[in-house]
Structures are given as C-alpha cells and as structure tokens.
C-alpha cells in the first residue's frame, strides 16, 4: 500500500467490507479494498478483507463506518446498546 493511506476497517466476510467500501464512495470518500483471503486457505485460516482510506479522509471515515455499524439492523432479538 501507498504511503498516507491508512486501514479503517477489515473483516474476515469480503462482502460486508464491500458494502462498507460503497457507503464510503457514496459519501465522497475514496477507498481501497485490499482482500488478503487466500482460496486454498480459506477454509483453516480465513483471511481478512481491509478498507484503507488517504490519510486526509481517515477521520470523517472513521465516523461514517462508526455510524455505519451501529444502525438497526431490524433483527427482533437485537440489543439496543443505547
């Protein structure tokens, strides 16, 4: 990776960092995805799919995925943390 971009946010489910990465662009961030899973690995030693964002933009993306994590996510059983 490129100096002055920094990893915001990873997870070993490729599609959810996905669905981070295109709220990220919808909000006029510009983001990276790096997938380090390996197929032949995949089923022993899961990898992890990482975001990274320019520096510039670490903290307004920060939030957004912060935000991103805690809205409702309609499950019946899901603990309301506030």
């Known amino acids: 990776m490129e100096k002055d971009w920094v990893k915001i946010f990873s997870s070993d489910r490729p599609f959810e960092a996905e ?3 295109g709220m990220l662009l919808d909000n006029g ?3 990276v995805l790096l997938n380090r899973q ?3 690995y995949n ?5 992890q799919a ?15 995925v ?3 994590n805690n809205l409702p996510t309609g499950d019946p059983n899901e ?3 506030g």
């Open 19 to 21: 669905i981070v990465k």
């Open 29 to 31: 961030i510009e983001a």
């Open 79 to 81: 603990v309301d943390p």
């Open 43 to 47: 089923i022993t030693l899961p990898g």
């Open 66 to 68: 912060h935000n991103h």
């Open 50 to 64: 990482e975001l990274y964002v320019h520096q510039t933009q670490e903290e307004i993306a920060k939030s957004l």
């Open 38 to 40: 390996s197929s032949s």
